[in-house]
């Protein structure tokens, strides 16, 4: 039984490497078969170029003479039409900055220039767009410009002042009415029973009375 065992495990070893020797045959025949790697090559530094010295036959070409052209004008305020001082502006690549009395001038080479102001925002606006001009040598280019400044707004009328009040006058002092008089009624005689009593007190005056009338008659001659 033991020897059974022992075959049977070498039997099982042969196959293994049988197994093993399939597996690792191809990928060691690929490896001798592949080409070797190309060897790069290494950059060689190139050589500098020796100075040589100036030839004494050679001459330096002359200088070129740069024209010079002349650009002037005022900057205007469109809303006042004033002239406005410390507004600037570029022509190319050069500036300037219109003076007191809102005049510019400046020298540049003769060519053909952008000219832009550049007006500060409490200042207003551009009113006059960027633009190209020619500038040639020996001439004077005049171009005023205009900016629009900021509206001027009306100031506020005063407030009217207060009228001062009237001092009161004094009132008058009421006069009091007179109290009216009391109205005594007028008795009337009584027309009763008591006149009867009056009766001969009134029968004697009237006979008096005619009596005076007689004898106070002028007599007739």
């Not at 010079?68 to 039409?81: H, W």
């Not at 200042?123 to 509206?151: C, D, F, K």
Request: hydrophobic fraction near 40%; charged fraction near 10%; glycine fraction near 10%.
């Amino acid at each position: 039984m033991q020897q059974q065992r022992t075959t049977f495990a070498w039997l099982i070893c042969a196959i293994l490497a049988m197994g093993l020797a399939l597996v690792f045959a191809p990928i060691a025949a690929f490896a001798q078969d592949a080409p070797d790697r190309p060897t790069v090559p290494q950059p060689q530094p190139q050589p500098q170029p020796q100075p040589q010295p100036p030839s004494s036959g050679d001459s330096e070409p002359a200088p070129r003479t740069v024209e010079m052209g002349r650009i002037t004008g005022t900057i205007f305020d469109a809303r006042t039409n004033i002239p406005q001082a410390g507004i600037g502006l570029t022509v190319g690549n050069y500036t300037a900055t219109s003076d007191a009395n809102g005049n510019y001038d400046l020298t540049v080479p003769a060519g053909v220039y952008t000219v832009t102001l550049q007006v500060p925002a409490a200042r207003g606006v551009a009113a006059t767009a960027p633009q190209q001009v020619g500038i040639w040598g020996n001439q004077t280019l005049t171009l005023h410009l205009y900016i629009l400044g900021p509206e001027v707004v009306p100031a506020p009328a005063p407030a009217p002042e207060p009228m001062p009040m009237p001092a009161p006058e004094p009132m008058p002092m009421p006069v009091p009415e007179p109290m009216p008089e009391p109205i005594v009624p007028i008795s009337l005689p009584q027309t009763g029973g008591g006149g009867l009593a009056l009766l001969p007190l009134a029968l004697v005056g009237a006979m008096l009375a005619l009596l005076g009338f007689f004898f106070a008659r002028p007599q007739r001659g």
